[in-house]
């Protein structure tokens, strides 16, 4: 296969296409799960997956992959990373449901600094004091975000505590499925593993049928078929974002979802967020930038060791 030249103008372009596409698609399913039939977490999972697939495979037969795209040498690996990132969807789904979109989203960026720790204790990467500091720093601004519920002062109640509970434990499903994903991706292509999370959580999905599907109106059922068709297409333009580029350069374009949920917030759900907030929400950006970019630096130093042929500091 012809190796994808480098282009970063081109990956940082579909990155923040892909970005786009998935705030679309959590707002779809926070506008099913308003009204007065709301669509429960786990149908909303079912129809995220199931849809989904259609739009990957398509995408593999067009790329010529179709068959070593599907084809696995660890299926139990797949099917782990399955439990766990169908749980953090449907955590993920359900905070939504619970919390203003906006601040849904900044919690959810506990994430990736979740998966420094994590990446520590399960994978035995050497964590510095440097992004050990930043994690702590990201982490206040979690922090910050939830001190409404963590004090009882401001917009507070039962249903708001539940959601922040619910999109922490959303944050740390996605940080261990990220996990399970970096042990995958030594063995299996990136194809494999989008394909076959995408099969798992449409099963497992499944198994929350007899505790209170409802019929959707014509409206709503539209709106459900469409965040399976946008999940496909956001997670093959991020794909192919890494294809043109490298993850430090695409990475902090993850944070760009937070103006796009302030204005969909603001618009379509008549929520505005609150300077806390906000306040947390840049703090917890900050802390992912510069861990972003300190990791940046040292791939560099990395490289440059290499090439002169001393070993790694």
Sequence with gaps: MTPTPVSPLRGIVLKCISVTVFTVMAALVKATSLGDMPVPPGQQVFFRSFFALPVILL??????????????????????????????????????????????TAIGYAAPLMVVIFAGMFLGENVRAFRLGMVAMGLAGVLIVLSPQLTGVGPSDP????????????????????????????????????????????????????????????????????????????????????????????????????????????????????????????????AGVLIIWREHKLGLERTRQRRAGTPPG
């Design 159 to 286: 249903a708001h505590m539940l959601g922040a509970v619910v999109a922490l434990m959303g944050a740390s499903c996605a940080a261990l499925a990220q996990i399970f994903v970096r042990k995958l991706v030594q063995q299996e292509r990136t194809s494999a593993i989008v394909f076959w999370f995408s099969v798992t959580s449409t099963l497992l999905s499944l198994v929350t049928l007899p505790f209170g599907w409802v019929m959707p109106s014509g409206s709503t059922l539209a709106m459900l078929v469409m965040t399976g068709i946008l999940g496909g297409l956001g997670q093959i333009f991020l794909t192919s974002s890494y294809r043109f580029a490298d993850a430090s350069v695409v990475a902090p374009f993850d944070y760009a979802s937070m103006i796009l949920a302030v204005l969909i917030g603001w618009t379509v759900f008549g929520e505005m967020p609150t300077a806390t907030v906000l306040g947390g929400a840049s703090v917890v950006i900050l």
């Design 59 to 104: 995408w593999l037969v067009i790329r010529s992959e179709l068959r070593v795209g599907l084809t696995t040498f660890r299926p139990m690996g797949h099917f782990y990373r399955g439990i766990v990132g169908t749980a953090a969807m449907g955590f993920n789904f359900w905070a939504l449901s619970l919390l203003a979109f906006p601040e849904a």
